[in-house]
């Protein structure tokens, strides 16, 4: 086996296939970077499974998973302005956690040096929203390069990292998901090993780091500056690259939509010009303006929002140029991944003059295939819960989701949780709704690991206001959405074990007099639970607590303890209530063409927690040679 | 230009199948590029993969352009012979089904065999089904397809060397030699 912690060491060039997240881990030790912070959230984590290969003793930097965005950023930049390059890592919505901080650094002299890797969502293949981060970088005076695949990712950090400490400036790498995931041989360079630089260098004199009326005019002046300094370099950043077909079309672009675009050009009868935008804040403007000169006709071709486009715009008025420059025509065009596929219909509306017909390998020929709405794993404890909570409310009750594994729940057929914003939102949305609301139970769902995230305000705001709900945090120690991280709560940081700090010891010291607590298999216990704490005034909680069962498995299995228990259907019991299929609705359970259920024994994990759903008791255990019955 | 949809449920290996078809290729000497979908994939969902050799640029490629489509279950055959097949390519498929909620509830109707077969006909596809009855555990059913892939030779230019390679890169010890066994079962069966 390839130990990839060793290859990520390696003092010679080399090249291994690997994705854009890991390459930039290599790009981290490239750079000297010293310290690394994030909070997991897809597009990124996979940035520290890559971190996590190569042994704590061998890691030539520091890495934490910090407990949310804003604590991750502000971990980064203590140690920046304390002479140490750092990085910090999350995902597009992470940002808006981390903004109240991360808006103040472009203002600040980071003597070491930051680099903020952001992993924006088009598509919003995991995210709540496709929100454009480019935004934020804009509204900050913060550079940004924009990579297209891997490799340029790796060398774009690399860049980042460089203006960075030359400007004592942060610089953001914004990703996008196929950026991340992308997997390709990457060129490595050569990395020379230095010890730990273990200096404090942090000093009142590299300020002002008090930001506090009139001495916020010469840092934003600061910020500005440098800002215009990086317009020049833009013009001379060496990730610009402009293709050349000798077209009076051209097209300005970036990022992976740069490969999309590529894709197609034999779907052009007249190949256009491409310019491929490497830094995409502050924008090339003496290279946009010739571009545009030379050209009779410009299409921006700009996944997300229109920014390119409006600066563009803007480029082309200052300097009197009447090239006809296509932004955005439709509101589809601010939707959605700029995928090989949405660039040729993209182009297909903008200039079908000088497009070929669309090449059909096959005309589609339609078939119903069902639908496979995501769900939840076999054995996992929010489904027992959900299947308990639901049982104990009525319909005009109201239930509010939260963001981890457990959102999964407002599908069919348990839905539970009827409005999402935002992480650890569920406590404070739920009081809102009981404002002026007599006689509908609202009940807030929570994940721990969100709880210390983001949950904590809203509780304590939920006690100190009297906010009449109920809440119930569904506790499977371990941050499972995004890959099993862990958090505060299980006992583990990213490098070593550490306290547990419980969450029931939390909620005790934040001021929550009304805890219950129980198994979240233990359905009857929960659902009596729940009853019992809508006939109480006040703010309750409900820890419902089960391991994740993913996790759990996955760990016996390597150590060799996993007991390949099933359980089966009694044939002549089963009277087809279909309770185990319809309500508790386990993956298992599947149906044969008669309509009898049967255990898919792939799936089944044996965990048992089923067992109780059956009206008839025909879910029993697989009982093996030599074994009781337990 | 070759392009190979790779699809599953989350939870079949797929990411390890992927990679030992990217890995394979690049000691076949050809120039590759994939991507995994991740997203919900942990929990039950669709997990896509695209693999592309040759001389590409994008890791995706559009609808109507796999010339290899590789399943590791039926209902998701079926998806991608539909969605993402070219005419006159290939598909393989693990026959085992992982019922999607609304065929357990009865509202929709589970894909036969027999549905992939005609559909594939009217799109002159090529289909390989593949069970293997003797596996020591069903987490290895990726690797039996990836050795069925090689005995059928349905990626030009990657050798048996290649994917042993790939596999000896990517699993420890204890697991490679179980899945090369596998892999040279599956070749003489």
């Known amino acids: 086996m390839r130990k990839l912690g060793d290859i990520l060491l390696n003092q010679k060039p080399f090249s291994e296939i690997v994705i854009g997240n890991t390459a930039i881990v290599r790009a981290m030790i490239e750079s000297k970077t010293e310290v690394v912070t994030s909070y997991p959230g897809s597009p990124t984590p996979e940035i520290a499974s890559a971190i996590n290969t190569i042994p704590k003793e061998k890691r030539p930097f520091y890495f934490e998973f910090s407990v949310n965005e804003k604590v991750a950023t502000e971990v980064a930049f203590g140690a920046s302005i304390n002479g140490h390059l750092s990085a910090v890592f999350f995902k597009s919505v992470g940002l808006n956690v981390a903004a109240d901080s991360f808006v103040q650094l ?131 950043c060496n990730f610009n690259k402009t293709i050349k077909n000798n077209s009076e079309y051209g097209i300005i672009t970036s990022g992976l939509t740069y490969l999309s675009l590529l894709d197609n050009l034999n779907n052009f009868k007249e190949k256009p010009d491409i310019l491929k935008i490497g830094i995409i804040n502050p924008i090339p403007q003496n290279i946009i303006k010739d571009f545009l000169k030379t050209h009779k006709e410009v299409k921006i071709l700009e996944e997300l929002d229109n920014i390119f486009e409006l600066e563009i715009k803007s480029i082309a008025y200052d300097n009197k140029l009447n090239t006809k420059i296509t932004g955005k025509t439709s509101v589809e065009e601010w939707m ?89 939102h569920s406590t404070s949305t739920g009081a809102g709704l009981s404002v002026f609301n007599k006689d509908r139970n609202v009940v807030a769902f929570l994940g721990d690991s969100t709880f210390f995230h983001a949950g904590i305000p809203g509780i304590i705001n939920a006690v100190y206001n009297k906010h009449k709900l109920t809440l119930v945090i569904m506790e499977n120690g371990t941050t499972a959405m995004t890959g099993h991280q862990e958090h505060p709560g299980t006992g583990h940081n990213f490098n070593e074990v550490t306290d547990v700090i419980p969450v029931k010891d ?16 233990s359905q009857e216990k929960l659902m009596s639970m729940i009853k019992e704490s809508f006939e109480e005034e006040g703010f309750k909680v409900i820890i419902a607590k089960h391991p994740c069962m993913l996790k759990f498995t996955k760990k016996q299995r390597n150590e060799g303890t996993f007991k390949n228990s099933k359980v089966y259907i009694d044939k002549n019991i089963c009277n087809k209530t279909y309770n185990c299929i319809e309500k508790f609705a386990c993956p298992t359970f599947q149906k044969d063409s008669q309509g009898n259920v049967f255990v898919q024994k792939e799936l089944c994990i044996g965990d048992g927690s089923c067992i109780q759903t059956c009206p008839v008791s025909a879910v029993k255990r697989e009982v093996k040679e030599g074994e009781g019955n337990v | 230009m070759f392009n190979i949809y790779i699809t599953g449920v989350g939870g079949q290996g797929i990411g390890l199948l992927s990679e030992a078809i990217i890995r394979a290729a690049d000691y076949a000497g050809l120039t590759v590029r994939g991507v995994d979908t991740h997203g919900l994939a942990q929990r039950g969902g669709i997990v896509v993969s695209f693999v592309r050799t040759g001389n590409v640029n994008s890791p995706m490629f559009m609808k109507g352009e796999a010339d290899l489509a590789v399943s590791l279950e039926r209902n998701e055959a079926l998806r991608a012979l539909r969605d993402y097949s070219k005419n006159k390519s290939s598909v393989i498929y693990y026959n085992t089904s992982w019922q999607p909620l609304y065929v357990r509830t009865g509202k929709n109707r589970e894909v036969t065999c027999e549905n992939i077969e005609n559909y594939a006909k009217l799109k002159n596809i090529r289909v390989y089904n593949i069970f293997y009855d003797k596996l020591k555990d069903i987490r290895m059913q990726n690797i039996a397809v990836l050795a069925a892939i090689y005995k059928n030779k349905l990626i030009p230019d990657i050798k048996y060397d290649n994917y042993i390679n790939a596999l000896n890169d990517l699993l420890d010890e204890k697991k490679f030699v179980l899945n090369r066994e596998l892999f040279d079962n599956v070749l003489n069966a």
């Not at chain 1, 930051?114 to 454009?132: L, Y």
């Not at chain 1, 980042?160 to 995931?181: E, G, Q």
């Not at chain 1, 054995?379 to 308990?388: I, L, P, V």
């Not at chain 1, 909620?507 to 009304?514: P, S």
């Open chain 1, 506 to 521: 939390v909620l005790k010291g934040i001021g929550v007099k009304n805890i219950r607590e129980t198994d979240a298999y």
């Open chain 1, 106 to 236: 472009g203002l600040l002299e980071l003597i070491g040096g930051m680099v903020i890797i952001i992993g924006d969502d088009p598509g919003a293949n995991s995210s709540q929203n496709e929100q454009d981060n480019r935004h934020y970088a804009k509204m900050t005076y913060i550079p940004v390069f924009e990579p297209s695949d891997p490799q340029e990712a790796y060398e774009m950090y690399k860049e980042a990292a460089k203006i960075s400490v030359k400007n004592k400036m942060p610089v953001i790498l914004r990703l996008t998901t196929h950026v991340c995931h992308a997997k390709q041989k990457v060129n490595f360079k050569e990395y020379n090993e230095l010890p730990l630089n273990e200096k404090s260098l942090f000093d009142v004199k590299n300020g002002p780091y008090i930001p506090i009326t009139n001495s916020v005019f010469p840092m934003k002046k600061r910020a500005l500056e440098k800002m215009k300094k990086m317009t020049e370099y833009s013009d001379k």
């Open chain 1, 336 to 424: 959605g991944e700029y995928t090989p596929e949405k660039v040729y219909e993209i182009f297909e509306k903008t200039w079908p003059s000088i497009m070929k017909d669309k090449i059909k390998y096959n005309d589609y020929i339609d078939i119903k295939v069902p639908e496979r709405p995501a769900q939840m794993c076999p054995g996992c404890g929010h489904r027992s819960a959900f299947y308990a909570v639901k049982t104990a409310l009525s319909d005009k009750d109201i239930t509010v989701a939260d963001i981890g594994c457990h959102t999964l729940g407002f599908l069919d057929p348990y839905n539970m949780g009827q409005v999402l914003l935002s992480m650890g």
